[in-house]
């Protein structure tokens, strides 16, 4: 692991970070058929929801109407919207993975957020989104800037079906969740914002070890509920290579490229994490959870950018693209790319939506070999 002086020096500048994001918003107020596709033709739905949990990766604008500053229902996000110019608050240019993955099922092109009041239950009833940008499996993340907690969302998600019983009937509610898609992706705030952050005080109660340990423990408690409610195809992202999101690079700036120990961590993580499913899945025939390696996948591309047709693989398109997200990355600033298709970052933390389309593919080709 990183040294303490390292991590104190990290600490400072993410302080300071989150500071100056603080005061700005107060301003400011993924195999089968070859032929399957994120972007093709919609076929008949195998399912009849996508269903999704999890932090700012998969969120579709929960955070819009809660009390945290963590937000990004303002522009450029949703700059390059299909229709034009929207912010929704997808921390992205444009649509999330389980946006495309809706789409190539026959379902709607856009998840919605199950706190958006554009929206009601008869179109959660084909697809809904529960996370919230900045949560994560430890409830202490979710507390750091005020937002919506993984035991919460399972309780929308209980509220959900309630509400679905009453339009749809008993019958086709327990249908709808039982034969939907889960999409879940979280954890990264666990470690980023949280025990690497040093706020919580949970880096003096575990090691990064036990830390990890405790999170799948967490992560398992999660998926026990949800298929104890009716859930019964999952797919759960792996950690990414946290190490080398653009912010984590200009914290290691003083050594150059990613913070391997982050990296490790991360790999340390998805391996315990896999196991758990393993075990799981043997313990409760009728779960399927497929694993999305988006450590591997997101390494692929940062290593053979071409493959994709990006440039910049370093740097976010918004701003600076080295420490800007949220109010940070605005449509004031002139720094901000044109063409965020050459960019695998939107923000300092973000994939932009051509990167989020290509991870959308991964995931369907994985749920068409194992799930669907």
């Not at 002086?5 to 500071?19: I, K, P, S």
């Not at 495309?100 to 008869?122: M, R, W």
């Not at 290691?252 to 075990?279: P, T, W």
């Amino acid at each position: 692991m990183a040294s303490p002086a390292g991590h104190r020096r990290a600490t400072v500048l993410r302080q300071a970070a989150a500071l100056l994001l603080a005061l700005l918003s107060c301003c400011c107020c993924f195999r089968g058929s070859g032929a399957r596709s994120a972007s093709s033709s919609p076929a008949s739905p195998k399912v009849p929801a996508v269903i999704v949990f999890g932090d700012s990766t998969v969120d579709t604008g929960n955070n819009n109407g809660i009390g945290t500053i963590l937000k990004s229902d303002f522009p450029p996000y949703g700059r390059d919207m299909a229709g034009g110019p929207r912010p929704t608050g997808r921390f992205c240019n444009g649509r999330l993975p389980p946006d495309f993955i809706s789409e190539a099922l026959g379902l709607p092109p856009l998840v919605p957020a199950y706190l958006d009041p554009a929206y009601g239950i008869q179109d959660f009833a084909r697809g809904v989104c529960f996370a919230s940008a900045g949560t994560g499996l430890d409830n202490k993340t979710a507390g750091v800037l005020s937002v919506i907690p993984l035991w919460k969302e399972v309780e929308y998600f209980k509220e959900y079906q309630r509400r679905l019983r009453r339009h749809a009937g008993r019958a086709a509610a327990r249908r709808i969740v039982s034969d939907a898609l889960y999409v879940v992706s979280i954890g990264t705030n666990d470690f980023l914002e949280n025990y690497f952050l040093l706020v919580t005080g949970r880096f003096a109660e575990f090691t990064a070890a036990e830390f990890e340990d405790f999170l799948v423990a967490e992560a398992e408690r999660f998926l026990a509920e949800i298929h104890r409610l009716g859930a019964r195809r999952v797919t759960f992202a792996g950690l990414s290579p946290i190490g080398c999101l653009p912010l984590e690079r200009t914290l290691n700036s003083l050594r150059g490229g990613c913070i391997e120990e982050y990296n490790q961590v991360a790999r340390d993580y998805n391996d315990k994490l896999l196991a758990m499913f393993r075990r799981l899945t043997a313990s409760r025939p009728s779960l399927k959870v497929a694993y999305i390696n988006v450590y591997q996948n997101m390494l692929d591309l940062i290593t053979n950018p071409s493959t994709l047709g990006l440039e910049n693989v370093e740097e976010g398109c918004c701003a600076t693209g080295k420490v800007e997200m949220s109010y940070l990355c605005n449509d004031k600033n002139p720094l901000t790319c044109e063409d965020a298709g050459k960019y695998f970052f939107w923000d300092s933390f973000h994939p932009t939506e051509k990167v989020n389309q290509f991870f959308a593919k991964k995931t369907l080709d994985l749920c068409y070999e194992q799930l669907l």
